[in-house]
């Protein structure tokens, strides 16, 4: 074989390993994207969770609140029959 021959063999091969190269570079680079789109949507749909769960949480503050000042209003209520029953006791001793 002439030494002509021997670089082209050697280009030839090279060109095969470069395309085989490429083939999985290319092959790899479709799974990354699939991949990267799985996540992004993971990631929104996380994002989703969180915007419920700070509503949810947000909901709960106001009914602990209206809950917090139903209970003032009853402690009231009943700070107001005791008053009412002091006063009717005192008003036995004093007659």
Known sequence: MSELDKLVTQIEERSKKLVERKRLL???????????AELQAEVEKQKQ???ELKEKHQVLKIAKTI????????????LDIYIKEIDRCIALLNS
């Open 26 to 36: 290319a092959e790899e680079n479709s799974q990354l994207k699939a991949r990267i």
């Open 49 to 51: 969770t969180i915007n």
């Open 67 to 78: 809950e917090s000042e139903e209970n003032n209003k009853e402690a009231i209520r009943q």
